[in-house]
């Protein structure tokens, strides 16, 4: 048996709410983790497209799912593949505890919670019932199932504008704090598995095609060796130098629109742009109900300065500094 893993994240762009970087985990046979493009295998259980036959599970680029469909097959498709995991968070803090990876940064689980920062309060599923979540489940553990696997693991990383900010001053700039996020990911995954077979399939950050000096400082009791760099794809295969005796290896794939190509990948992005999408619900919910009128934003462009605006005597009677709220870049 060997480990698929696919990472992405959602909410790169905004002026508000955090930047998420997620993890998702299948163990498959081994002769099935060569190609991560699993739709045509799971057919019948899985469908990319966000409308078409109902009950099968949407797994797909998160922007075309919730364009398409809002956040309610973000919700469906990420709480069925936790419970398809075994886990069945039933509030936004189950699901960031259940999730959680060790951070690199060694903050962000001592980081303060802002007022309109409350996970307990936050059921779930927020926008479907038990039984929708549910019959995902089932059909991702039998569909899985009759590969021969199953679904493994998820995990968060999420970074709101403190966290963010202080990543950014950190490392220079966003990408690299993006990258930061993701390293965490991937340190998580190489541990989780010792010596199995393991592939971890990603987006491009960026137009960036080289990757193999940021990994050997991001992991410098990991070697890097580089498969290929190419315009197509960027590839390294990653072992520990201390450890058991027989060293874990993970192959890391990096490539653009990744979602597009690997499940696993896909589910990363709908888990990733779920959270964001329950923390931007916080958000515009705590401030609604001190605003009146107040419309939500989504955090982007204009309307995020619009937002901040509108807020504006609120954050100032609560002392809410911008840097609590506002992202840097």
């Known amino acids: ?135 995902a489940a089932d059909r991702l553990v039998l569909g899985l199932g009759r590969l021969g696997g199953g679904c493994e693991r998820l995990w968060i990383n999420a970074a709101p504008a403190a966290r963010f900010n202080r990543l950014v001053g950190a490392t220079g700039n966003k990408a690299a704090a993006l990258f930061a996020l993701t390293a965490d990911l991937v340190a998580a995954v190489h541990r989780r598995w010792p010596g199995e077979t393991v592939h971890v399939t990603m987006d491009r950050h960026g137009g960036r095609r080289y990757y193999a000096d940021l990994l050997a400082q991001a992991f410098p009791m990991v070697r890097a060796r580089i498969i290929e760099e190419s315009p197509r794809l960027s590839v390294y295969t990653l072992w520990r130098t201390d450890g058991p005796a027989r060293p874990a290896e993970t192959q890391l794939t990096i490539r653009t629109r990744c979602e597009q190509v690997s499940l696993a990948t896909a589910l990363a992005s709908m888990a990733a742009k779920y959270v964001r999408e329950l923390w931007m619900h916080q958000l515009n919910a705590y401030f609604g109900a001190k605003v009146s009128g107040l419309r939500p934003t989504a955090g982007y462009g204009r309307d995020a300065w619009r937002f901040l605006a509108d807020i504006a005597g609120v954050r100032r009677a609560e002392g809410v500094p911008d840097a609590a709220i506002l992202r840097c870049r």
């Open 1 to 135: 048996m060997a480990i698929l893993v696919g990472i992405d994240e959602a909410g790169y762009g905004p002026h508000l709410g955090p930047l998420v970087a997620a993890a998702a985990a299948l163990r498959l046979p081994a002769s099935g983790i060569a190609d991560p493009n699993l739709w045509g295998r799971l057919r019948g259980h899985v469908r990319k497209r966000p409308r078409g036959p109902s009950g099968r599970v949407v797994i797909c680029d998160s922007k075309e799912a919730y364009t398409a469909c809002g956040a309610a097959p973000l919700e469906r498709t990420t709480l069925a593949f936790l419970s398809a995991c075994g886990t069945a968070p039933a509030s936004l803090s189950a699901l960031l505890e259940a999730t959680q990876v060790p951070s690199a940064d060694g903050e962000s689980a001592d980081e303060p919670a802002r007022p309109w920062e409350c996970p307990d309060a936050l059921a779930l599923p927020m926008l479907l019932d038990d039984g929708a979540v549910a019959s």
